[in-house]
């Protein structure tokens, strides 16, 4: 969401030391905006081999699981109120040969996952309200991942953030028990991305 869509390969050049490629699809239904589907990712992953964490800001995300399972993306996060049968959808989406995600909004309480915990490979917990670039971080998600990284013990579950973050918070991020910074405004603003996310993975060493 935070390239510049007119220069797509220079852009994806230069961030080409990230760990992943984070795609943000929203559907102008569960989230206000609306921001690309299928055949911008599909250009992206012409220009791109960096692996795909595809994030879908979408109501009933588990009509269109197959569409975006045939990008092969490393991870597919849906969000915990965009479908009703949660366990039934983070199960279609490993049984796609995918990592299953699920997105927390920013009020959205733990308590819902407890149960499906063995069915997932990624909380991505919120830290804007979904929908838009370029947010603030609300501080009181701090709180929040000291809680997920309590239930979720040893499990190999990663713990993601999205929103607002970049090298003013990341250490503090790492600190509560953040495993992967999804960064975009910061990374594409920075004069040279691949440094900033070099600090970044700094800060995460540190914490
Ligand atoms: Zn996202």
């Known amino acids: ?13 230069r961030v080409s030391g990230a760990d992943l490629l984070h795609i943000d699809v929203m559907d102008g239904s569960y989230v206000p905006n609306i921001s690309f589907g299928p055949p911008v990712i599909a250009a992206v992953r012409r220009c791109s ?31 915990y109120e965009a479908t009703v049968h949660l366990q039934r959808t983070l199960s279609k989406i490993r049984e796609l040969g995918i990592k299953a995600g699920v997105a927390l909004n920013p009020h959205t309480p ?13 909380i991505l ?7 838009y670039g370029g947010q603030e971080f609300i501080p009181a998600m701090y709180d929040k ?7 979720v013990g040893d499990l190999p579950i990663e713990l993601q953030v999205d929103g607002g973050v970049g090298l003013a918070n990341a250490a503090e991020l790492a600190e509560a028990g953040v495993t992967n910074f999804v960064a975009g405004t910061a ?9 900033y996310m070099d600090e970044m993975r700094a800060c995460w060493r540190k914490g």
């Open 1 to 13: 969401m935070a390239a510049d869509f007119c220069h797509i390969n220079t852009e994806l050049e």
């Open 145 to 151: 991942i000291r809680e997920c990284r309590d239930m």
């Open 125 to 131: 917990i919120m830290t804007v309200n979904p929908g």
């Open 187 to 195: 990374i594409f603003q920075a004069d040279n991305p691949n440094c």
């Open 49 to 79: 081999q960096l692996p795909l964490d595809i994030h879908l800001m979408v109501q009933n995300p588990e009509r269109h699981l197959a569409t975006f399972a045939a990008f092969k993306p490393e991870f597919l996060t849906v969000h």
């Open 110 to 122: 733990l308590d819902g996952l407890k149960y499906v915990l063995s069915d997932l490979d990624l």
